[in-house]
């Protein structure tokens, strides 16, 4: 038997072949402060569940692949690129969105630091490289300018802005540290 005949005999490949949708399959997420049970498609990414069944379109749909970070939201505090995390897989889990970032109205440090910094241009990355940035700023690995260059490479500025953007990024972690102290 090849492979293509062993893909062919799947159940999930038998469905599709037959015209039937794969099964449901119930999902528990609080997002941005909020529970949901979801009946998903299993093949359901993250991102298209807050997009499409959720209308959270703020996470935006880049590349698909991986490669660009505009879909980047946090799961349970940590940055994930959403387009590659199957939305079964995170039952139960805490995401946060962009939209989930302001609280009572007021703008999130680092949302307003972008926009004191004019740290977008066309804004297609700016919520994947807001919610990046939150995460960079939590694990606390980053103190330099060189450092935050380096943990943010994996979100992509196709206008350029980067300058600005590390700049938003170094106000708010100085924000953060004079509010410890």
């Known amino acids: 038997m090849t492979v293509l005949d062993r893909n062919a005999a799947s159940p999930m490949a038998q469905a599709q072949s037959s015209g039937h949708a794969p099964r449901s399959i119930s999902v528990s997420l609080t997002v941005n402060g909020a529970p949901h049970v ?3 498609d299993p093949r359901s ?3 298209d ?13 880049g590349c698909d692949q991986g490669q660009c970070g505009a879909c980047t939201v946090l799961l349970d505090g940590r940055r994930v690129l959403s387009c590659l995390s199957l939305a079964i897989t995170k039952d139960g889990a805490h995401v946060t969105t962009i939209e989930g970032l302001a609280t009572q109205g007021a703008l999130h440090p680092l949302q307003q630091a972008f926009i004191d910094h004019d740290a977008f241009q066309c804004g297609y990355c700016t919520s994947g490289q807001i919610c990046s940035a939150v995460g960079l700023i939590a694990e606390g690995k980053a103190s330099t300018a060189a450092e935050i260059r ?5 979100n992509i500025c196709r206008c350029g802005a980067y300058p600005n953007i590390v700049a938003a990024i170094l106000q708010a972690m100085g924000q953060q540290a004079a509010r410890r102290s």
């Open 38 to 40: 979801l009946n998903l």
């Open 45 to 47: 990414t993250l991102l």
């Open 49 to 61: 569940v807050l997009r499409e069944h959720l209308d959270l379109t703020g996470t935006k749909k």
């Open 150 to 154: 380096e943990l943010m490479s994996g």
